[in-house]
């Protein structure tokens, strides 16, 4: 776990330890340390929550530049969905595949696309016998890791057909060597265009298996940012149009995924703390006559990713007027059976989080000391610790990477019995700004 | 021969009045036994097992206690309500039987597995009822 490849990450300069970051972990990964956040890089699975939510700008997801396409002789854009959703007055999706060859690439395959593709294999998919149900997406990476390290039980569950992503980039490669034969495999870039910081950890961590299709991996906003300029420039000139449907193009907002199975059986279900919800209901009962469970960390869906520019629900009703106009789902799988480089060669596997020892006598000690410093604490939750909850600031006690006196509530109480015991309420008026204020106002 | 380690205890209220956050002490109970570094599988029985627990005292006792206790040998889980009653242990434990009324079977609930699993998943079950006063579960699944 300690080589795993983190996007999220942390400018310290920026930070001012205001604690907004640490209530809204949903895997208590983050502590303030010194006045500055700390990630715990074993606990973070990448969501960009506190992305989203720190006032200051200093949580950031790491991803590489436009500039790298010069590192290849042919290089292919793989939008995902959501980017198209991102802009103003966008008369057709065509204008930002042109604008997308403007900005440098040597072709577009759109993840819309291999998204239909998907939709078609996991309904064959659901149809086996042998299928462990309910079947789990495996499109949102946040989910496959918060599966992989809390929920054993369910990893069987992760549907093993690789994300639309993995696949446009397999057959953008393979559409590169077709019509370019002169080119070798180190010549093609395959560059995708990311909502979201997961899916850069996802692409950089090898979770695909055995071969890693994508190259590099450019954030939505960027390239957003890119593309303004360059489509501004033939505005008024005609463009190309999009290959995706109405069912690729649905997959960047919640139940789109689902909704394509043309089986109600479904359920779709988008925030992280509603799909943790969902998991531990999953986990301890089988949700009875669901076939498919789709799951979005972000809000809104993949629209929601922290490297997008857009509201999510903006971006969500500008797709569905560029959508309305486009064929259902005209891409089609060439045969009627899944291929097997589509499947996913590394099923996910448990990855519990550490236990307080290896020796159980001695984690069950530190449980004990955990639950009795507990007693001492508050219990409010107030963060000023450096801990999301006074629970986490117990835990972190015990295991010696903080001190009681930390906790403000206690060490104010502390404060005023020493200036009760010593009599010294002047230093209590002190402390008053109003009442310094009466003083002056009196002389 | 070693000394038994004091037991570690937990204690959970379990409120009756809500259905969405029922189960909410099984998942708390399920992340403090992780950091012992139990094995996924003890893990899953007693998660399913209060949270089994915890839906019926829900259902049928307006909510109750949950008291779990953990030594080097078992853990011991103590769910106890001042419902009232079951009238026919025997009964109640047929998997299908229930008396939950429509209203909580139109929420998935009532299914009649809920003693049924209790016993399943753990390896020893207790049941103390008395109608009119209430009733206490006690399961222990052994490490």
Redo the contacts between chains.
């Keep these: 776990m300690a080589t795993y490849k983190h996007s999220v990450s942390l400018e310290a300069e920026k930070c001012r330890g205001c604690t907004t970051c640490l209530k809204r972990c949903p895997t208590e990964a983050i502590r303030i340390r010194d006045g500055r956040a700390v990630i715990n890089a074993e606990r973070c699975i990448d969501c960009g929550e506190c992305i989203k939510v720190c006032p200051y700008k200093a949580k950031k997801a790491t991803h590489d530049s436009l500039s790298c396409i010069k590192n290849y002789k042919y290089s292919v854009a793989l939008p995902a969905p959501s980017l198209y959703g991102q802009f103003e007055n966008m008369p057709g999706i065509g204008r930002i595949i042109r604008g997308l060859r403007d900005l440098g690439f040597d072709d577009v395959y759109e993840v819309a696309c291999a998204a239909e593709l998907v939709s078609a294999y996991t309904r064959l998919y659901l149809q086996r016998e042998d299928v462990k149900k309910p079947v789990i997406s495996s499109a949102c990476p946040t989910i496959s890791r918060m599966i992989s390290t809390n929920y054993?039980?369910l990893c069987e569950n992760i549907m093993p057909i690789l994300p639309p992503v993995d696949i446009a980039a397999y057959l953008a490669r393979e559409k590169a060597k077709e019509e370019h034969p002169e080119l070798s495999d180190e010549d093609i870039g395959i560059v995708f265009i990311s909502p979201c910081p997961a899916k850069v950890s996802y692409v950089k961590n090898g979770f695909a298996g055995n071969r890693n299709y994508i190259d590099a991996v450019l954030s939505v906003r960027d390239v957003y940012f890119a593309l303004l300029d360059v489509m501004k420039a033939r505005q008024d000139e005609p463009s190309e149009s999009t290959d995706a449907g109405i069912v690729g193009i649905g997959w960047a907002t919640t139940g789109g995924e689902a909704k394509a199975l043309f089986n109600e059986r479904y359920l779709a279900a988008d925030g992280i703390e509603n799909c943790i919800e969902v998991l531990?209901?999953l986990?301890?009962?089988d949700l009875?006559g669901i076939d498919f469970i789709e799951l979005n960390a972000c809000a809104g869906g993949c629209v929601g990713g922290a490297m997008t520019v857009a509201n999510p629900y903006v971006t969500q009703a500008k797709l569905q007027s560029l959508k309305q106009c486009l064929p259902v789902s005209p891409n089609r799988p060439a045969s009627p059976w899944i291929p097997d480089q589509f499947f996913n060669k590394k099923t996910v596997e448990?990855q519990?989080?550490s236990?307080?020892?290896?020796d159980?006598?001695e984690?069950?000690?530190m449980?004990?000391d955990i639950?009795a410093v507990m007693e001492t604490l508050p219990k409010i939750d107030c963060g000023s610790c450096g801990a999301p909850t006074c629970m986490a600031f117990a835990?972190d006690i015990v295991k010696g990477e903080t001190t009681a006196d930390e906790c403000t509530v206690n060490m104010r109480m502390l404060f005023h019995r020493y200036l009760e015991q010593r009599k010294e309420q002047s230093y209590l008026d002190r402390l008053n700004p109003l009442s310094k204020k009466e003083e002056d106002g009196k002389e | 021969m070693k000394a038994m380690s004091e037991p570690i205890r937990f204690h959970f209220d379990v409120d009756g009045e809500d259905f969405s956050s029922a189960g909410g002490a099984s998942v708390i109970v399920k992340k403090k036994l992780r950091q012992l570094g139990l094995s996924p599988e003890i893990i899953r029985k007693v998660s399913i097992a209060m949270y089994e627990g915890e839906i019926n005292m829900v259902i049928h006792a307006n909510g109750g206690t949950a008291d779990i206790s953990v030594d080097d040998r078992e853990i011991t889980i103590v769910l106890a309500d001042r419902g009232p009653g079951i009238p026919d242990i025997g009964l109640a434990m047929q998997e299908g039987y229930s008396t939950a009324k429509e209203n909580i079977r139109t929420l998935g609930f009532g299914a009649g597995m809920g003693l049924p699993n209790m016993k399943k998943y753990s390896d020893e079950m207790q049941i103390e009822t008395e109608i009119g006063v209430g009733t206490t579960v006690t399961m222990k699944i052994r490490l």
């Design positions: 054993p039980f531990e209901q986990d301890n009962s009875e448990y519990p989080y236990a307080l020892s290896d159980k006598a984690a069950m000690r449980m004990g639950e835990e």
